[in-house]
């Protein structure tokens, strides 16, 4: 079934009774070439580019829960390409890339909308870090604007520009960056597998790995015993319990980390926009609600809803950063589980057992990274070696300190990301 | 969340700072080798359910505290002084 603005009217005329569910719902067979455990955004995109890219079909994701109801729809949208650090910086380049040819590719409309990042500093040291920065994008093939104060008005101009703490100075725009409709990436990759033969099974939880003379055999779960040539662990906040099953612990802690939405309004905010000074940013959804969120809550968390206390710390960062917000009426909160890394960057790797691969690692910036992460990951599963793109996201550079990628520059520490 | 400090009482987690697992008491001895400083300064059981780890109070007695809660819930039922424990059952 493919959408089209014709299919649309005609279906719109037509009473919409031409309309089918976007994948099938079956049940797990008992043996596939690889099996993906994890039906997030990360899990269904490597699916999708092992069918696509890799012309393989023998593969099942395990979902424990439904599609679309994880961290791919708990995130705030955010899709950007800003990253300073090699490793990081030709990743994410790559995956805006993806990014900006997905709703062609995937024939689904996830309401891709690159309106802009804008960055803000607040003091002439950080306008310095920003001026390095927008080089190493430019470097990187990516487009990175540095404005001054009065370019910033321009754009943004409900700002308070005069905060006796946080003046602003100016920012980091990036024009390419944006935002995407979490949910539809979702849907759009799970139909994108499930039409080249992958099976999507959901609420089927996986409780084991078996694990045979060094070598993954296949993986345990609540709708029975599932043998598979290679296993991926695709599972954000729960990869330190599904390591666990394959006697592994990773260097990762789960926090949460909490988002907001206000009632509809009419547009107000064009841009995505950031105040990394007082943990707080913002854009404004297609429906109207302006989507906004703060920083961890620092503690370890598997809740997928956070304390009082960071709440009132974003909304006063809200109200320091653009006064009119006081009027927007908070219509909801959430939470998601942020799989933390030491050094704030993800993991793509093989693991010591043959045949089993992880991705992890993500701390908060999962949902742009969806595309080159399961292109990657989809990569190093069928062909054995990195994607170009993905070569130093090593599960060893904690151990060996080689290849570190810390982009705020506070050590490979847990806790300080 | 509230924190019952063993010196202060029950205190909001507002005054308290989050010091990451109570691993971290479990130092290496220095020559312990790569894989245990590794284990010690990186990985994590990252538990779902119950889980120990270390606040400091730092806008009260200064004491650093070990706290007993859990992970899924946020319930917090219990909390040591981390002197009492170091060294100890740790």
Redesign the interface.
């Given at each position: 079934m493919r959408f089209s603005g014709l299919r649309v009217l005609t279906e719109g005329l037509t009473g919409n009774r031409g309309w089918r569910p976007h994948w099938r719902d079956p049940d797990p067979r008992p043996e596939y070439d690889i099996v993906i455990i994890g039906g997030g955004g990360h899990g269904l995109s490597t699916a999708y580019y092992l069918a696509r890219e890799h012309g393989l079909s023998n593969i099942a994701v395990l979902e424990k829960g439904y599609i679309g109801g994880g961290n791919v729809g708990r995130n705030t949208t955010i899709v950007r390409a800003n990253y300073g650090l090699p490793g990081n910086s030709e990743f994410y380049s790559h995956s805006l890339k993806l990014w900006e040819g997905l709703e062609q590719e995937l024939n689904y409309n996830v309401m891709m909308s690159q309106r802009g990042v804008l960055n803000l500093c607040h003091s002439d040291g950080q306008r310095d870090a920003f001026a390095r920065r927008a080089n190493a994008m430019v470097n990187q093939g990516d487009d990175a604007i540095l404005l001054d104060r009065a370019g910033v008005r321009r754009l943004v101009p409900y700002l308070d520009f005069d905060n006796i703490r946080f003046p602003i100075y100016g920012g980091l725009y990036h024009p390419r960056g944006g935002t995407a409709r979490h949910d539809a990436v979702a849907w759009g990759y799970a139909r994108g597998a499930d039409g080249r033969g992958v099976d999507i099974v959901q609420n089927c939880e996986v409780t084991g790995i078996d694990i045979d003379n060094g070598r993954v055999t296949g993986v345990q779960t609540s709708r029975g015993a599932i043998r598979a040539k290679k296993v991926g662990i695709v599972v954000a906040g729960?990869?330190?319990?599904v390591a666990?099953m394959a006697g592994m612990?990773?260097?990762?802690?789960?926090h949460i980390l909490q988002a907001f939405v206000t009632e509809g309004l009419k547009p107000v905010i064009d841009h995505v926009v950031t105040f990394g000074m007082g943990h707080f940013y913002i854009s404004q959804s297609d429906k109207g609600g302006l989507v906004f969120g703060g920083d961890l809550d620092?503690?370890?968390?598997?809740?997928q809803r956070g304390?009082l206390?960071m709440q009132e710390h974003v909304m006063e960062a809200a109200m320091t950063l653009m006064p009119v917000i006081g009027k927007a009426r908070v219509l909801r909160s959430w939470g998601g589980i942020m799989d933390m890394s030491?050094d704030g960057s993800p993991i793509i790797d093989r693991t010591h057992i043959d045949g089993l691969y992880l991705n992890c690692g993500w701390c908060y910036g999962g949902f742009k990274a969806v595309p080159a992460s399961g292109n990657c990951f989809a990569h190093l599963i069928a062909q054995d070696r990195p994607h170009p793109a993905a070569t130093r996201f090593r599960l060893d550079r904690?151990?060996t300190g080689v290849g570190l990628m810390d982009e705020e520059g506070t050590g490979?520490?847990?806790?300080l990301h | 969340m509230r924190i019952p400090c063993p010196i202060c009482g029950s205190r909001d987690i507002r005054e308290f700072d989050y010091m990451g697992h109570a691993q971290a008491l479990d130092r290496p001895d220095p020559g312990a080798g790569a894989q245990a400083w590794d284990d010690y300064l990186h990985n994590r059981d990252n538990p779902a359910g119950p889980t120990r780890d270390l606040w400091f109070h730092g806008m009260g007695c200064g004491a650093w505290l070990v706290v007993e809660r859990d992970t899924v819930s946020h319930e917090v039922t219990g909390a040591t002084l981390a002197r009492d424990v170091k060294g100890g059952a740790a």
């Open positions: 729960r990869s330190g319990q666990a612990r990773l260097p990762v802690e789960s620092f503690y370890a968390s598997y809740a304390n206390p030491p904690f151990r490979a520490q847990h806790n | -």
